[in-house]
């Protein structure tokens, strides 16, 4: 009988971008999310900004690059969700003692880059941001909950957006890697558990959802991989010079792809999604060079990457030391015409009719989980850890308080079983860290009805309500699964 090993790390998972708030306080700079609107999951959030005579102007957000002259500006007639989020910034103590109260062993958080430098360009952090976090290790550490931080989760300074061309602009590398080196000095034995980068492979990934994308678009895509590639292992290196005892690991978006029929076509599809938005991160990441068939998605957008020999040997010498991922659903590709397409935020492709899909379009697919963890074991034979899944969802709150959650917890239970059947195969997964542990902002759509969290935030899609906490019926279902360490779900 397949058993959750001893020490696995039962947790939950944020960002600080979508959870932190305090997006002006503290010193903080700010960051594209500060000037990124609301949405739905037919309509897609946007970025606001003034052109060169000073005109305000609201464009979606992907595929979406700053004229000449204009600047990003946040405009008095819109709602940016991401300001306020569900303020763990004003929270924190009273959050990090239900997370202990529902007896995790780990917590994912990201640290906002721009806190600790708010353009991204300063020589030294900023003292009052450094508190903050560290005040945060404490309380965790005090609680026996081990800290699991993602230095960047699409946090970027939006100084360094405007004025360097973002990570198309090789000098991020050593500033990023200064605000790595920054992190691992200061918080120095109060976190052990480190990601470089969060869904590294998303550059690549969602360029489908751009319409009308050119060879330029995959140039700077695949240039932006490459230079946080380096940067990460640089950072790796960084990280294990100041502290032996640190893991760090890469962050991958994973979604388990189908081919939608067994035509040979399709079968190719599928292996070249698995091999272009999957495996092409992965590979540089935990095996530290580029797979054979990096060179064939270049020539296809005659893509031409500014590649140093030292930036090999950097990525040799950087590979990470877990391999981490996010997993929600899974994806059906083909080649034929499809009417019946799966829709939703972050969605493309066939819908599978083998599967369920939620309200913002997602197929429920824990055998996909199981498949996928097969074949990165399979691939790198390096640590495993579900750092992002869960189920969005509107959750209604009853006369009492009460909220009821069955269906979010029936989604989790079965991907916990799945969990349970690679650990019965020999795969080395030691951790589990489902997504908005406590309810935030939907990165996707900006909305708050869309709530994954375990603990009820009192917030709507406005930015109104009362901010407080309370605990839906999956707190103590979760609870249960800890105690019993995954006996009983």
Known sequence: MAKFPDGFLWGGATAANQYE????EGGRGMTL?????????LT????????????????????????????YAVLEDYYYPNHKATDFYHHWKEDIGLFAEMGFKVFRMSIAWSRLFPTGMEEEPNPEGVQFYKEIFEELKAHGIEPLVTIWHFDTPLYLVEHKGNWTNRELIDLYVRFAKTCFTEFKGLVRYWLTFNEINNPIQFIDFVEGADDQSYQDAYQTLHYQFVASAKAVQ??????????????????????????????????YTWQRNLFYS?????LGEYPIFAKKLWAEHDVALDITQEDMAILKAGVVDFYSFSYYMSNCVTTHENTDKASGNF??????PYLTYSDWGWATDPEGL?????????????????????????????????????????????????????IGEGIDLIGYTPWGCIDLVSAGTGEMRKRYGFI????????NGSMNRSRKDSFNWYKHVIETNGEEV
């Not at 708030?21 to 002006?24: D, P, R, S, V």
């Open 44 to 71: 897609p959030r946007m970025v606001t900004w003034k052109d060169k005579f000073g005109n305000p102007h609201a464009s979606p957000e992907h595929g979406f690059s700053l004229p000449e002259g204009g600047e």
């Open 347 to 352: 969605v493309m492709g066939a819908k599978n």
């Open 238 to 271: 960084v990280g294990h010079e100041i502290d032996p005892d640190n893991m760090i690991g890469c962050m991958i978006c994973g979604i388990c792809n189908y081919p939608l029929t067994p035509d040979p076509k399709d079968i190719a599809k599928c292996i």
């Open 33 to 41: 999310s500060d000037v990124t609107t609301g949405g739905t999951n």
């Open 456 to 463: 009820y935030v009192d917030m709507d899609d406005e930015g």
């Open 21 to 24: 708030g305090g997006w002006n």
């Open 370 to 422: 199981e498949i996928f963890c097969r074949l990165v074991w399979d691939r790198y034979h390096k640590p495993l850890m579900i750092v992002e899944n869960g189920l969005g969802a509107i959750d209604k709150v009853e006369e009492d308080g009460s909220i009821h959650d069955d269906y979010r917890i029936d989604y989790l239970r079965k991907h916990i079983e799945a969990m349970k059947n690679i």
């Open 282 to 286: 992965g590979d540089v990441q935990a």
